[in-house]
């Protein structure tokens, strides 16, 4: 939800020395990533600070390669006209996107066509799909959430999601709606899939950590660090922070996506 | 309206009192001062019109005037910015929460009034008045892990919609209602009601007959008032009502509203999308300013006839 | 037989209606409580909160929002009383007062999302003060304005007339009279009217995001940004992870707003008993 914001993380009062920063900018879904992981470092390094904010991924691409900051985040890969730009590209997590139905649906197995007519509101019912006769709840996420902006681009493919479905703007009451009305569907980030709802197989592919990372499910993107090579040390050093331990299995996981460090990081 | 010396401009005491010229001077400049803190109240209803206004007003040019007003869409993703859909919800979860919460904060209020023993007044006015004091947001929350299982039992979709909009918003207006018409009522002379009673009438009928129409317009007023609340709440709404830009489906049928629209877009609009939002403000502004004209106007016709 | 049949249902319904006001707003404070109660430590109040999902405590939004509300009020309330104070000691029936009548009272009934987006337009982008405890507090004290010039005036006017003609009697001008002798005999009144519309303010949600912004952050400079209880109750429920928190927050809100509700009636009754 904080999109607009600028999430300014300073040290307390720092005795002499200059402070040295480091500028990160870029896509949104990767603000809880990049936050949290500035917080801690600031915290446990004295004198170094963290400038987080999110404009967009097309904003932080042009902002590391014009120098105006150090690290330009993306939840996308570089467009052609990006490639020659020098940028050195450091994926840091998965971002999966789990189909949730009702845990009592009987549906576990749906096509990438079939889920783009239901969330198109071309299917109407689960009779459809060989589900019982009962008619599909809609759910969808709020335009300014990056979970959506991947299913977009992933499933719907310049299709248009049905006006009619119901608009939340956060992952829990997403779950939290089809854990509870029989006819629901939905999607949501892999990593915040609990027992109270069913994530279906999509093409085939059950959605799992495993089949994520060797690239099995469909339904899924890498999340990217973008910055020159002439980097400084310290943001160097920051982005080994975000790829260690300490990070990916605490900070990225909480954030429902999968650590890249769950098989040796793929780059694309 | 205060005191006799008060006769006219620019005489400060009235002329009777012998002062000294620099007190004079004191108290005309403070008079004066007092004026501007009150023109204030102008000042920023001016700000918040020009203000917001001049960020909105491209909408006449793009998307225009009449695909604006007149549009059956609302999406951004595909560039359009019709106001109906999001008019039709407004007014079904207005029409809804007045058909539900009228009557409940008239018969409150009459119960207050009429009814009620100091005892239970004590109890009953200060519940209302807290009511009042409840955060929208807690309301929202209130009907979202509440009332949204219910309502979906009931209608069999999801429970996102004009049915849970239009309860919450009923109890956000009952305060509102109810406390402009219990001032409606205790405006009627005590001995209109004797004087019902001396006759022979129960209380209902006295109730029914003669101090309900003598407080029409009062409770008219109040009516109004918290309808102008009803169209004017927002985040009660957005946790509520679904937020799909679509018309009018059934009571269970996710729904948006002019002001749940600009809070689920403000976060991300750009350009005409921003634009169109800051459109949206000003038509809510309109009706507001509207509603409250109706209501002085009204005002003024009862105090004429009286 | 027929009317006195009509009056008992009839009663009976009225009497359903009062008790109705009163059971919703029992089960809401009793719903909140219950779920809220758990999460109350002194952690709570005075961390931060940390990680994704905002483990851990509401301290900064706790300081963001009696920061703005207070700065609101110090803002409005010099302004409002004085503009009370000509409406009720100074002004002339006419088209000027009939003007500035119908700007408060459309200032009170304008939506908040509206004065949100406003602020926005105003405070933050043409005043460049950016997202800040001093766009909140100014968007605030617009909404503000309206409620405690009528609770001003209604002070005001309810001193009785006596007392001033007494004093005018003495040989005082007319605004020692008002300074010296109404202001203060109306001053309980006015504070009242003061407590009601900072918890009003407390509970405001829309005007705040979009001028105070959403950075959990805890404000120390008046152009530090912050997040309110109200945002980040907002923020904690729709994105549905940490209800605990949710429930916490809204059950610390509805604290807050009790205890101003509860003084300013506690000072009324003061109030009346003293004034006999």
New interface residues.
Partial sequence: MATLVLALTLTGCTGGGERREVIVTGSTTLLPITEVSGEMYTESHDGIAILVSGMGSSAGIESVSKGSSDIGTSSRELKDAELDLGLEDTPVAYDAIAVIVHPDNPVSDLTTLEVRSIFAGVITNWSEVGGPDLPIGLVNRDEASGTREAFSKIIMDDAQFDHGAVVLPGTGQVRSVIADVRGAIGYISLGFVTDDVKAVAIDGVEPSEATVVSGDYPVQRVLHFFAKDDLSDIARDYIEYVLSPDVQDTIVRDAGFIPITAKEAIGD | ???P??TG?GR??GGL?M?SRA?YI??AL??N???L??????A??A??FV??T??GWEVVKDPGLAAFLGGT?W????GRFGILPLVVGTLAITLGSLVLGA??AI??A???S???SPR?RS??R??????A??????????G?V?L??IA?ELT?????GTLTASVILA?MI?PTI?TLTEDALGSVPPGIREASYAMGA????T??KVLLPAAKIGIIDATI?GM?RA?????AV??VA?????FF?GLG??I?TL?SQ???????ATGTHKTA??GL?II??LI??G???L??ALSRLNAKKA | MGKRWTNRIALGVLWLCGLTTVVVLGAVIVYVFIRGIGQITPEFIFTAPHGVNAEGGIGPTIVATIYVTGLAMLIVTPIAVLAAVYLAEYAVQGRLVNTIRFAADTLASVPSIVMGLFGFALFYEVMGLGFSVLSGALALSFLMLPIVMRATEEAIRAVPRFIRWGSYGLGASKWQTVSKIVLPSAMPRILTGLILAMGRAVGETAVVIFTMGQAIYTPISPLDPGRSMTVHLYTLAMEGINMDAAYGTALLLMVMILLFNVSARWLAARNRRLKG
Avoid at chain 2, 231 to 235: A, R, S
Avoid at chain 2, 262 to 268: F, G, K, Q, R
Wanted: glycine fraction near 8%.
């Fill in positions: 309206m205060t005191e010396e008060q401009r400060v005491n009192k002062m007190t004191r108290e403070l008079k001062l007092f004026l803190c009150a023109i204030v109240a102008v920023a209803v700000l918040i203000f917001t001049a960020r869409e999406s951004s993703t595909l009557p409940l018969g409150t009459v119960f207050l009429e009814i009620a239970m109890i009953v200060p519940a209302v008045e807290m009511l004091g409840v955060p929208s947001v807690v309301y929202g929350f209130f979202l509440i949204r299982p979906a069999g979709g999801m429970g996102f109890v009952v109810a129960t209380t209902w009928q109730i029914y008032l102008g169209i004017g709440e927002t985040m957005v946790m679904g937020n799909a830009p679509q489906k049928a996710p948006a002001t600009i809070v689920i877009d403000m976060s991300y939002l800051f403000a809510l502004f507001s300013m509603l409250v004209a209501v002085r």
